[in-house]
């Protein structure tokens, strides 16, 4: 089984910047997409960015955009988000998510939340405004 453990999530003025990592355990991937999710109270889960096994290919929400950066270090089995120029929009549970590609060479990513079997337990940043 893969555990996924997040952190770096808080509260901070709008316009600031937060970093959050997520580091992968348990059973090892040999490839993997990686991925961020996000729940505002009252509303659905929605995308936020994916990144590929070999990192050269991302995707990105349109409104995150500019703002946020997904990266990862395989070495560590960790995603990171950085998101900056935060908005209190931006305001919800962000949720790290993983998917097994196991030999498969292609260097894809994967956008919606049925393709990730493995979840974090999420992490809640708030931006005041």
């Known amino acids: 089984q893969v555990q996924l453990v997040e952190s770096g999530g808080g509260l901070v003025q709008a316009g600031g910047s937060l970093r959050l990592s997520c580091a992968a355990s348990?059973?090892?991937?040999?490839?993997?997409?990686m991925g961020w999710f996000r729940q505002a109270p009252g509303k659905e889960r929605e995308f936020v960015a994916a990144?590929?096994?070999?990192?050269?290919?991302?995707y990105y929400l349109d409104r995150v955009k500019g703002r946020f950066t997904i990266s990862r270090d395989n070495a560590k089995i960790t995603v990171y988000l950085q998101m900056d120029n935060l908005k209190p929009e931006d305001t919800a549970v962000y949720y790290c998510?993983?998917?097994?590609?196991?030999?498969?060479?292609?260097?894809?990513?994967?956008?919606?939340?049925?393709?990730?079997?493995?979840w974090g337990q999420g992490s809640q940043v708030t931006v005041s405004s």
């Open positions: 348990g059973r090892t991937f040999i490839r993997s997409v």
């Open positions: 998510t993983a998917a097994d590609l196991g030999d498969y060479s292609g260097d894809l990513y994967y956008t919606e939340a049925y393709e990730y079997p493995y």
């Open positions: 990144i590929s096994w070999s990192g050269a290919r991302t």
